[in-house]
């Protein structure tokens, strides 16, 4: 049998093709293609990054330059992989190309210890050196994570200089990026645990990089490396591709510095703050709400690791700019390599900036992207499997995916439910754990944060971020300047301030001293209150020292800024500011912290006039207050609280940042109320909560420049004493956020929360660690509990008024001598309330007045806060009152409502929203007025009206008529009829 030369020649040809190629990989880690990559000249060598200017021999300016800004775990050459790359397209198409390289954290100096603040101020230096050299705005585009970069950059720069945006697969909504579906409460745990405890020590190698990249796809690794082994015979086969795989195999890998992955971690998987803003650069915070150019999105159709759901949150994160975007059916990589990157993704940018510039029509492929959240989304596993599966396989997937999905749905449910726990259980157990000598205070948490997290965000004011370590210093200085002028533990020293950090950190101050602080509202009557407080010593800030200082008490001014003059000089004032700090020599007596649960830890000064009053807060019932607001509005490092309500009411320091600083959240200071800085705001710190009292957000919603729109971060808003209408405006407004409205009494241990927030102006349950309530039978006339035959106080039944009562412990522990004893059952102890409320079917309490402020009339008692409650809910009724007037010496309840701008009330209206009430709880008189005054926590007021007394017959006057249970108008004869001794002039 003779052999055919051709059968033995072509395999053994192929074996030494193969041995060739292979020895050549082996040596050169590849195959030598004769590509020679795009020319360029390094402008700029910098600390962070060098600037690459591809193509140098284009002369500067005469093209529109494109920034384009690589991912921290991939080398800047991913532009010029191929001859087809970015660089060479993008030349080759009119642009004049630039690449910023931030080197290799294991080669460049201080490389492992560059966080993300460092590479998106890098893009930003970047963009100035192209804008100095060429005169040009410039466009940017970011690949993955280098898209991020360029988001942040024109937001920290306010987009001057840049002319528009390109992204490709940049994720931005890290709730829709969750890798297999892992629910986002599952994963912000971890991410949180990764970045406290492990990325703050430890780095990513390349390797790893490498590595982690090919697992997110192992069998397609694998099918690429069989392939390229199978076809290593066939060298023209394999050099098309040959750069790309040594690239996504080796070379096109760098190592990831462990800050910047914690800070990802932080801020953008935890605080998911690219869609709600606060983003923290160089102690500024940013939002995406500050682009205001134009922006170019690709979304890859098969991404998985830049998810299309994800990706399309810009136009979320962005409401002011105009957003586009092109789909292309490519995964993450080959958004930018490849044949597609090459044919489809680099040639719709040149035809962009082409348009943005005025030099051609907009390209086919983009288009507006849209606010369509509903819409499935492509990058889904399932789509995938539909690309290349029969039709059989797609109804069997179907099925499968809906499975997965009523699994994945419970699953997600679960943790849901776990996390939440995880994050109330320690915090009720730390509270069941607060006996009178546990140590415990303000002061004793901020410090607490500072050891747990010193680099941690405490709060934010002026768009400058404040850590934990920064305000801890603060308030020990302020602590040393307090002692230096004679401040004592137990001293109750007068704080007159506006809410600002200064008010804070001298509050924090006063506590880590020991000493207690009495908050004065500013403007409230200074005399008045000093007598009654007892104070001999005030601090106060630059606003206030005028009015301090005329008070002839010593005056200690903090705060006002670097660049402030005091103008009054009195001996009696002292500049703690001009305190150095470090020539103060430490007593011996002195103990960081000293505060015990049961220790009084605050005075609030509350009412005006002969109605002013004073009520002690301890430290236990702040800690009350304060986790028991975390727990109830579930409040997280993930969450930045706004505290509008003023640092002086209960709301501002014991529930709006009380609650944050146990919750572990931001705290957000304003410059007061002023709506334009608040929706600014709102989406610069990327709040999530808003805190109030009583009709501040009137003041926000009635602003005709509010523009809030659709896409806010707000979830949530806490506070106490909203009316119902406003209730209802400010959910229809903000939603999807809810209200979360407070009673904490100071009496007792008391906190309710409405924490469903579906009965509007319901106070809601006691929350859980808090101090057990009842309703104790009352006589709101006689000003008497009611008893049954053998002596006991009656418990009240559903729907019946009592007075509110909390449970004191039986060593009277916390009581503060306030406890009754032997109420409802022999032996036990009771705290009394001043304020009456109703149960109702399903347990929640209802506010129905203050005791001293029932209308007492000939038919019995008239409770104020359900009138108010049904008015308030009158579309047309903007604030409402109600009140006792003496008239022909009986008692009327009259109530006064102030009406919407254009808006007119009928009595029939006003009769159709009272008919909810029994006859006997109905106001004699309803009357509109021209103003109800508010405090100076913006409680409406009916003490001036009250004093007016009989309202003046008129068309907007109404008086009840129990025969038919209408209200009709008051003329002047039905009043001389009605009240013949009083005057109807």
């Given amino acids: 049998m003779s052999l055919d030369p051709d059968k033995v020649m072509g395999p053994l040809q192929r074996l030494i093709a193969t041995a060739q190629n292979g020895l050549e990989v082996m040596r050169l880690g590849g195959l030598d293609t004769g590509e020679v990559a795009s020319p360029f000249d390094v402008v700029e060598r910098k600390r962070m990054y060098k600037l690459r200017h591809y193509h140098p021999e284009t002369e500067v300016g005469t093209l529109p330059p494109v920034l384009l800004v690589p991912p921290l775990m991939v080398s800047a050459d991913v532009y010029d992989v191929t001859s087809d790359g970015a660089v060479g397209i993008l030349h080759r198409a009119g642009l004049d190309p630039w690449v910023v390289d931030f080197g290799s954290p294991a080669t460049e100096e201080g490389g492992w210890e560059r966080d993300l603040a460092d590479h998106i101020v890098a893009v930003s230096d970047a963009i100035d050196d192209i804008?100095?050299?060429?005169?040009?705005?410039?466009?940017?585009?970011?690949?993955?994570?280098?898209?991020?970069?360029?988001?942040?950059?024109?937001?920290?720069r306010k987009c001057e200089n840049i002319a528009s945006i390109m992204t490709f697969g940049s994720p931005v909504d890290a709730a829709a990026n969750m890798p297999l579906g892992v629910p986002v409460e599952f994963a912000t745990k971890g991410a949180e645990f990764l970045a406290d405890h492990v990325f703050n020590r430890l780095s990513i190698s390349d390797t790893m990089v490498k590595t982690g990249f090919q697992l997110l796809d192992p069998i397609k690794t694998v099918k690429s490396r069989i392939d390229f082994v199978r076809q290593l015979h066939d060298r023209e086969a394999l050099l098309p591709r040959e750069q790309q795989r040594r690239f996504l195999s080796n070379e096109g890998w760098v190592p990831y510095s462990g800050p910047a992955i914690a800070d990802l971690l932080k801020q953008f998987v935890v605080g998911n703050r690219m869609m709600s803003g606060g983003f923290v650069v160089r102690d500024q915070v940013i939002s995406l709400a500050d682009l205001t150019i134009p922006i170019l999105s690709f979304v890859g159709e098969v991404d998985d690791i830049g998810q299309p759901a994800a990706v399309r949150g810009i136009r979320r994160a962005a409401p002011n700019a105009e957003v586009f975007e092109a789909d292309i059916r490519a995964g993450h990589f080959g958004l930018v390599v490849g044949t597609k990157a090459a044919t489809i993704t680099w040639p719709a940018v040149a035809d962009w900036v082409q348009w943005r510039e005025d030099l051609g029509p907009r390209p086919e492929l983009i288009y507006e992207m849209s606010y369509d959240e509903g819409a499935s989304s492509p990058g889904s596993a399932g789509s995938k499997f539909a690309a290349t599966a029969t039709s059989v396989v797609e109804v069997t997937a179907g099925i499968g995916r809906e499975i997965a999905n009523i699994a994945q749905g419970a699953f997600r449910g679960t943790i849901g439910m776990s996390s939440e726990a995880a994050r109330a259980l320690p915090r009720l157990a730390r509270l069941g754990q607060i006996q009178p000598h546990t140590q415990i205070s303000f002061g004793s948490l901020l410090a607490e944060q500072g050891r747990r997290a010193p680099l941690g965000e405490c709060f934010l004011f002026d768009d400058r971020v404040h850590t934990n370590a920064a305000v801890n210093t603060r308030i020990d200085n302020v602590v040393r300047g307090l002692i230096s002028v004679g401040v004592r533990p137990s001293a109750q020293i007068g704080v007159l301030m506006e809410t600002r950090p200064s008010a804070l950190v001298t509050i924090a101050a006063l506590s880590r001293l020991g000493a207690v602080a009495v908050l004065l509202p500013p403007g409230t009557d200074l005399?008045?209150?000093?007598?009654?407080?007892?104070?001999?010593?005030?601090?106060?800030?630059?606003?206030?020292?005028?009015?301090?200082?005329?008070?002839?008490?010593?005056?200690?001014?903090?705060?006002?800024?670097?660049?402030?003059?005091?103008?009054?000089?009195?001996?009696?004032?002292?500049?703690?500011e001009q305190i150095d700090p470090g020539a103060v020599r430490i007593p011996a007596w002195y103990k960081p912290n000293p505060g015990l649960a049961r220790e009084l830890a605050f005075i609030l000064v509350a009412g005006v006039g002969d109605r002013m009053e004073l009520k002690p807060v301890t430290n236990h019932r702040w800690a009350l207050s304060a986790f028991g607001t975390a727990t109830s509005a579930n409040l997280g490092r993930q969450d930045t609280v706004y505290c509008l309500a003023p640092l002086h009411h209960s709301s501002g320091l014991l529930v709006s940042v009380g609650g944050a600083v146990a919750g572990g959240s931001r705290i957000a200071l304003g410059r007061g109320l002023d709506p334009d800085k608040f929706v600014e705001e709102i989406h610069r710190y990327g709040v999530t909560v808003v805190t109030y009292t009583w009709t501040m957000m009137r003041e926000i919603l009635a602003a005709e420049s509010l523009a809030i729109g659709r896409d806010h971060p707000i979830r949530l808003f806490i506070g106490s004493g909203m009316p119902v209408g406003l209730w209802y405006e400010?959910?229809?407004?903000?939603?999807?956020?809810?209200?979360?409205?407070?009673?904490?009494?100071?009496?007792?241990?008391?906190?309710?929360?409405?924490?469903?927030g579906i009965k509007a102006g319901c106070k809601g349950r006691p929350v859980p660690g808090t101090a057990h309530v009842e309703l104790a039978a009352y006589d709101a006339v006689a000003g008497k509990f009611i008893e049954q035959d053998d002596g006991f106080v009656r418990r009240c039944e559903t729907d019946e008024v009592g007075l509110l009562m909390s449970k004191a412990a039986t060593d009277g522990a916390f009581a503060g001598g306030a406890a009754m004893r032997g109420v409802f059952d022999?032996?036990?102890?009771?705290?009394?309330?001043?304020?009456?409320?109703?149960?109702?079917?399903d347990g929640d309490y209802w506010l129905v007045d203050n005791k001293k402020t029932v209308v007492?009339?000939?038919?019995?008692?008239?409770?104020?806060?359900?009138?108010?409650?049904?008015?308030?809910?009158?579309?047309?009724?903007?604030?409402?009152?109600?009140?006792?007037?003496?008239?022909?010496?009986?008692?009327?309840?009259?109530?006064?409502?102030?009406?919407?701008?254009?808006?007119?009330?009928?009595?029939?209206?006003?009769?159709?929203?009272?008919?909810?009430?029994?006859p006997a709880d109905r106001p004699d008189l309803v009357h509109v007025v021209d103003e109800i005054a508010l405090s100076s926590t913006y409680r409406p007021s009916n003490r001036a009206l009250a004093a007016r007394g009989m309202p003046a017959p008129g068309p907007t006057t109404w008086a009840y008529e129990p025969h038919d249970g209408a209200y009709k108008e008051l003329t002047a004869e039905v009043a001389a009829m009605l009240f013949p001794t009083e005057s109807t002039g």
């Fill in 131 to 156: 804008h100095r050299r060429t005169k040009r705005d410039v466009h940017i585009a970011g690949y993955s994570q280098g898209g991020m970069f360029t988001y942040q950059a024109a937001a920290f």
């Fill in 527 to 576: 005399p008045t209150a000093i007598e009654l407080s007892g104070i001999d010593t005030l601090v106060t800030d630059p606003n206030n020292l005028k009015s301090a200082a005329a008070t002839g008490i010593k005056v200690l001014v903090l705060g006002g800024g670097e660049h402030r003059g005091l103008d009054v000089e009195v001996e009696t004032v002292i500049d703690l």
């Fill in 730 to 756: 400010t959910t229809e407004r903000f939603k999807p956020a809810r209200v979360l409205e407070f009673y904490a009494s100071i009496e007792g241990d008391v906190v309710l929360a409405n924490v469903s």
């Fill in 826 to 841: 022999r032996g036990d102890a009771w705290i009394p309330t001043e304020n009456l409320f109703r149960r109702d079917a």
């Fill in 856 to 918: 007492k009339t000939a038919r019995g008692p008239v409770f104020t806060q359900p009138i108010i409650d049904l008015l308030d809910s009158i579309p047309e009724v903007d604030l409402a009152v109600a009140y006792g007037v003496e008239v022909g010496g009986r008692t009327l309840a009259v109530a006064a409502v102030t009406l919407h701008k254009g808006a007119e009330l009928e009595a029939d209206t006003v009769t159709s929203a009272i008919r909810e009430l029994a």
